[in-house]
């Protein structure tokens, strides 16, 4: 019964978006969307990709993924090279100010992001830095640094000391260490920990609407400024194709990295 | 490892999350006592061949110039916080004072922005958490006992409802229930009722968002008690059975109590995640209807006038709503620290 749930709207919105705005919201019969007789009647083809051409073309949707992937990918490596650092040397040091640094941390992981966003906007507009991509990509690593902060160092708790403190013996300093002993055996834990923050840099919604000018959105703003102009025109099938394309993606995430997401998910909870 | 090499370590991270996450909330602290400046205003002698007339006009330049010398507007002190769109003291006290019952008075604080929002934010939270541990727990516990081969791709179709942007999974469920989406017709058949639309009333709405939360939440319960519950001793299980416990006796004496650890976890997360309920409304249309704390400070941020006091105002409150949330938590771990201690 779940396993419905969760998954028949994906199916259904899918199928939908290669059918006409009379079919995907058929009043007078259901089946109209499955058969797609409204479909057959407009462009002669079960399916079409009219809705595909409209969002990616006419209303420039390539240029927003484009923004996306950008976006996206700086996010990932400046979050994990700084939480890795973090990470690591909030796992070996024992000192009580470690401890307050996760708590810290855990109360800025709770601020709700608009918060942040209106502190941001006004110096952000005084020193002209609005509406541009590294901006964006710094305050998303921001945001992100407790949730990567946290997960890395239970990771490297995982770690046995003796690893890195044997090379320290050997007359290594802390940060050859972490080179040539660290490195090579942290990858499962920073490709979990990358997997979450592209899902929060891929799925923002409130920083990057905020925080970018019209011609730099990404995909979900544009989704939702779509939203507004797309109903009036009567081509809510745009924005119905947008919205697949943009959960494409993800469904090829889920496919391929299901073990690493499930290990992310509960190694914070198993931790306490 | 000595307190040097930890903050050449640290520096980066702690670096950002101070410029970016604590320098914020200080200047959210500053904007939300002050208030946009007024307009300027001067008076111009229009005059035509048959009489001079005298007009008041917006002086753009020296508003302009006011805006550039001073951008955090005027110093407003705490007005911002009482004022009808925050916490609205006048009003609520004149609502007390005129209202005959505590029905009447809850009516009326909920004209009142703040506490409208305010109001969804809680029902949300206090609503959708439960819901999401407890069929998380039943759909866990469900999936154990599937065999083997169809275990992995009923934890892929899981995931999804949670991986899905919150904007798009909201849209694509919209789209489903609006009048002539399949949900949407499907229930006007049912109920035969031609003009029933999800959209148009607020008990509706407020269900359609919390149905919405508990799809979108439900997974990440699940695959954190399923992990749970992969960890639980097989030998206690087996004990119970042996001395003659129910299956349900036994999930309710051996397993949730098994449980409990993770079962906080997913409490807390889904109290910090659920306070900021924000997309699905914008995903839903549904502001007419339904606001939360997140979304009218969006409000006042959007569009061309930017009102920073009133959303700074607002957004403090929010983070004071946040704090006593984690308040129990912050206390706990302060005191499990301290016994580590001793």
């Known amino acids: ?272 | 490892m000595p307190h040097r090499t930890f903050i050449y370590f640290i520096l980066p991270s702690l670096l950002s999350m101070i410029l970016l996450i604590a320098v914020p909330v200080f200047s959210v602290i500053v904007q939300s006592f002050f208030v946009e400046h007024e307009q300027v205003l001067i008076e111009v002698e229009n005059c035509n061949p048959f009489k001079c007339v005298k007009s008041l006009s917006v002086d753009q330049q020296a508003g302009a110039k006011l805006r550039q010398e001073a951008p955090l507007g005027r110093f407003n002190g705490i007005n911002t916080y009482t004022n009808r769109n925050h916490l609205a003291f006048d009003e609520v006290a004149l609502a007390w004072m005129e209202s005959k019952s505590l029905v009447d008075f809850g009516a009326k604080l909920l004209n009142l922005p703040f506490y409208k929002a305010l109001l969804f934010t809680l029902t949300y939270t206090f609503i959708v958490s439960p819901f999401v541990l407890i069929f998380g727990l039943a759909i866990a516990l469900g999936v154990n006992g599937l065999p083997k081969f169809v275990k992995g791709p009923s934890i892929f179709v899981s995931l999804l409802p949670m991986i899905v942007t919150p904007l798009i999974g909201s849209l694509i469920l919209f789209w489903m229930i609006d009048a002539k989406g399949i949900l949407g017709s499907t229930l006007q058949l049912i109920f035969d009722d031609n003009n029933l639309s999800l959209k148009a009333s607020m008990p509706l709405t407020w269900v359609m968002l919390i149905v919405y939360g508990i799809w979108h939440s439900t997974p990440f319960a699940f695959i954190v008690l399923y992990a749970g519950l992969q960890t639980v001793p097989q030998e206690t299980l087996e004990a119970a059975s042996i001395d003659g416990a129910t299956r349900w006796e036994r999930i309710r004496h051996v397993t949730v109590p098994h449980m409990v650890p993770l079962i906080i976890f997913i409490t807390l997360m889904q109290l910090m995640d659920n306070f900021r309920v924000f997309e699905p409304i914008v995903g839903f249309s549904a502001s007419a209807k339904a606001t939360s704390l997140s979304w009218i400070i969006f409000n006042d941020l959007h569009g061309d006038s930017k009102l920073f006091g009133s959303a700074a105002a607002s957004s403090i409150m929010t983070i004071i709503g946040v704090m006593i949330l984690l308040m129990p938590v912050l206390i706990r771990s302060w005191k499990n620290f301290n016994i580590k201690l001793h």
């Open chain 1, 1 to 272: 019964m779940w396993l419905v749930i969760a998954v028949f709207p994906f199916i259904w919105t899918v199928w939908g978006s290669f059918k006409v705005e009379g079919d995907f919201f058929s009043k007078a019969d259901w089946r109209y969307a499955i058969y797609g007789v409204r479909t057959i009647a407009e462009t002669g083809e079960v399916f079409t990709g009219n809705g595909y051409y409209g969002a990616w073309i006419q209303e420039g949707f390539w240029s927003n993924s484009l923004n996306t992937v950008i976006v996206v990918f700086f996010t990932v490596i400046i979050s994990l090279t700084l939480g890795t650092l973090g990470g690591y040397a909030l796992a070996r040091s024992g000192y009580r100010y470690a401890f307050w640094l996760l708590m810290l941390a855990l109360v800025f992981r709770a601020m709700p992001h608009i918060t942040l966003v209106s502190g941001y906007l006004l110096p952000f507009f005084q020193w002209n830095l609005w509406g541009h991509l590294p901006t964006t990509i710094i305050v998303l690593v921001a945001i992100n640094q407790p949730f990567t902060l946290w997960m890395l160092h239970s990771f490297f708790l995982n770690i046995p000391k003796e690893l890195d403190e044997s090379a320290l013996i050997d007359g290594c300093t802390w940060f050859q260490a972490f080179k040539h002993i660290i490195i090579p055996v942290m990858w499962p834990g920073v490709i979990t920990a990358g997997l979450f923050s592209f899902l929060l840099a891929y799925n923002d919604f409130t920083v990057t609407s905020m925080l970018l000018s019209r011609e730099n959105q990404t995909m979900v703003p544009k989704i939702a400024s779509f939203l507004g102009t797309v109903r009036e025109q009567g081509n809510i099938m745009f924005a119905v194709s947008a919205v697949v394309s943009a959960m494409i993606p993800l469904f090829f995430l889920v496919l391929f990295f299901q073990r690493q997401l499930v290990s992310g998910l509960t190694a914070g909870a198993v931790k306490g």
